[in-house]
């Protein structure tokens, strides 16, 4: 018998990928099938150069509960969020990453919170990151909060659940395709009036392949968008 009522999908993006993404898929059915009856695993290929798609599609080949979307570029990691969260189709969304950083056991901290609250976001506890991407990290949430208030104290996480409605009601208006989409998304929720609770959860070090968050075009793009999202809400119409 399933642990949750609840029907659930898992929402990843991958790029580049190919040494994580088949134990992550595994990881998450494992995870899922004595938790969930229904859920789906829905992987985006973001334009990879590696096999990250071929893995995925082998995969997908053998069950069914597992949908590749692919990117023909790399469009950035908010276009590849977008649209992994946007192909879900079940009652929840769990947003994670494909790098294999978080316990996905931890979806047991985050359903508790579920039914009520709209949306339900980890936060690292603490971070296992470099040093420097940690500093960032804070950096980068206290920007958010400085520009549009509170959202979360670690707008980043890669570990959120939402229920489907809210992001079909939100996901329409968020602008940002690189790595200011989580922090848009966030004061989106927090703009329309839905409830978010934040909730500790583990995380470790990537075991394989490399981050791309501290290239110079994804900072740069990140503060582009920062300042636009800004002067959207300053000067948009209502």
Same mark, same amino acid.
């Given at each position: 018998?399933?642990?949750?009522?609840?029907?659930?999908?898992?929402? *990843?993006?991958?790029?580049?990928?190919?040494?994580?993404?088949?134990?992550?898929?595994?990881?998450?059915?494992?995870? *899922?099938?004595?938790?969930?009856?229904?859920?789906?695993?829905?992987? /985006?290929?973001?334009?990879?150069?590696?096999?990250?798609?071929? %893995?995925?599609?082998?995969?997908?080949?053998?069950?069914?509960?597992?949908?590749?979307?692919?990117?023909?570029?790399?469009?950035?990691?908010?276009?590849?969020?977008?649209?992994?969260?946007?192909?879900?189709?079940?009652?929840? %969304?769990?947003?994670?990453?494909?790098?294999?950083?978080?316990?996905?056991?931890?979806?047991?901290?985050?359903?508790?919170?579920?039914?009520?609250?709209?949306?339900?976001?980890?936060?690292?506890?603490?971070?296992?990151?470099?040093?420097?991407?940690?500093?960032?990290?804070?950096?980068?949430?206290?920007?958010?909060?400085?520009?549009?208030?509170?959202?979360?104290?670690? %707008?980043?996480?890669?570990?959120?659940?939402?229920?489907?409605?809210?992001?079909?009601?939100?996901?329409?208006?968020?602008?940002?395709?690189?790595?200011?989409?989580?922090?848009?998304?966030?004061?989106?929720?927090?703009?329309?009036?839905?409830?978010?609770?934040? /909730?500790?959860?583990?995380?470790?070090?990537?075991?394989?392949?490399?981050?791309?968050?501290?290239?110079?075009? /994804?900072?740069?793009?990140?503060?582009?968008?920062?300042?636009?999202?800004?002067?959207?809400?300053?000067?948009?119409?209502?």
């Amino acid at each position: 018998m399933s642990k949750y009522s609840r029907s659930i999908s898992v929402a *990843m993006p991958a790029y580049n990928e190919e040494p994580n993404i088949g134990a992550m898929i595994d990881y998450v059915v494992r995870t *899922m099938e004595p938790r969930f009856e229904d859920f789906e695993v829905v992987v /985006v290929d973001d334009g990879s150069r590696d096999r990250t798609g071929e %893995v995925v599609r082998e995969i997908a080949e053998r069950d069914p509960r597992v949908k590749l979307v692919v990117h023909p570029r790399n469009l950035g990691y908010g276009a590849a969020a977008f649209s992994a969260m946007s192909n879900a189709t079940k009652e929840l %969304v769990l947003f994670t990453d494909s790098d294999l950083q978080f316990y996905l056991e931890d979806i047991d901290l985050l359903m508790p919170w579920v039914e009520s609250n709209d949306v339900v976001v980890g936060y690292r506890a603490p971070r296992r990151d470099p040093f420097l991407r940690v500093l960032y990290g804070k950096g980068w949430s206290f920007l958010i909060t400085l520009f549009f208030g509170y959202a979360a104290r670690d %707008v980043d996480c890669a570990f959120k659940l939402f229920h489907r409605e809210v992001l079909e009601d939100v996901l329409p208006k968020v602008v940002a395709r690189g790595a200011t989409f989580s922090g848009e998304l966030l004061v989106r929720i927090k703009r329309a009036g839905y409830s978010i609770k934040e /909730v500790p959860v583990r995380h470790r070090e990537r075991p394989a392949g490399a981050p791309t968050g501290a290239r110079i075009g /994804v900072i740069t793009r990140a503060f582009r968008e920062l300042f636009l999202l800004r002067w959207k809400f300053w000067f948009g119409k209502k």
